[in-house]
């Protein structure tokens, strides 16, 4: 692929905006074993069970080579927007006296003050010691993806966690097959490999499946009990329960978007976020 194509593919998916990036070994280390075990999913199911079946079964092949790289190019694609948006984050260093009369606030009205970043504390913000930043409605932060999930990244992260879990279940099950088809034939007709290697990479990859889809799948499902409930991760833990659950169906739309449409699965689809009020510093 050229380098202008790469760009433009770049452009698309951050609709033009500034790249966010966290600059933590860990969490850049974490991602780049997330792409390379997806990288080596696509290996296994692509070049290892679906080419050579494609001999014998062009249209299962065929279907399921097509499925399986649409649902791994929306994974990494949610992945990267995961990663590249900033979450949330408070302006460092905002709470100058010129800041403060600005807000114009009334006798009685208190605004807090992040002892750490020196940013004016929104409700519900919370500071993250690897960001080093105040961000705002902050979930948790995750190395997965080098980044903290809040207020305007967190569909990404749920799609990336939904995708993750699609591509695994559907790995296990090309797995599955593939065994029972290679039982009934010979091995040496299943694979474009040695038939201990075969079993090597099959075996692998119903681990990675396994682990994969159980993890993602408990993370899709905090999450959408989180956002149903309108409460963060770390509100659960503080148990701050006063900020009321409301109506599930508004809380989905404030993360996902105002109307429901196919763009909510789209991860280069920005939902639509409320602007910044200077009103919701003040408690």
């Not at 494609?54 to 080579?65: C, I, S």
């Not at 919370?126 to 080093?132: D, I, R």
């Not at 695994?168 to 797995?175: K, N, P, Y």
Request: glycine share 6%; proline share 4%; with cysteine.
């Amino acid at each position: 692929m050229k380098v202008i194509d790469v760009m433009k593919l770049v452009h698309f998916l951050t609709g033009g905006r500034k790249l966010w990036f966290v600059k933590d070994i860990c969490g850049m280390v974490c991602a780049g074993v997330t792409w390379a075990l997806i990288l080596y999913a696509e290996f296994v199911v692509c070049i290892v069970m679906l080419i050579p079946a494609m001999e014998r079964y062009p249209l299962y092949g065929v279907f399921n080579f097509l499925l399986f790289n649409f649902l791994a190019f929306l994974a990494l694609a949610s992945h990267f927007k995961s990663m590249t948006t900033d979450p949330g984050s408070v302006p460092k260093g905002n709470a100058t006296k010129e800041k403060l009369e600005s807000m114009n606030l009334q006798p009685g009205e208190i605004v807090y003050r992040c002892a750490k970043c020196y940013s004016i504390k929104p409700e519900r913000a919370h500071h993250c010691s690897v960001c080093k930043r105040c961000i705002k409605k902050m979930d948790h932060h995750c190395p997965w993806i080098n980044n903290c999930v809040g207020e305007t990244n967190q569909k990404y992260f749920v799609l990336f966690t939904f995708y993750i879990a699609a591509i695994s279940f559907h790995a296990l099950i090309m797995v599955v097959l593939h065994f029972l088809k290679c039982m009934g034939n010979q091995w040496n007709d299943c694979s474009l490999f040695s038939p201990p290697a075969t079993i090597i990479f099959l075996i692998t990859l119903t681990f990675e499946g396994l682990l994969f889809f159980l993890f993602t799948m408990i993370m899709f499902g905090t999450q959408m009990h989180s956002i149903c409930n309108n409460e963060t991760s770390i509100e659960q833990l503080k148990n701050e329960k006063h900020w009321g659950s409301g109506n599930k169906w508004l809380n989905v739309k404030s993360v996902f978007g105002d109307k429901f449409s196919t763009a909510w699965l789209l991860p280069w689809h920005e939902p639509v976020i409320a602007k910044d009020d200077v009103y919701q510093y003040i408690v």
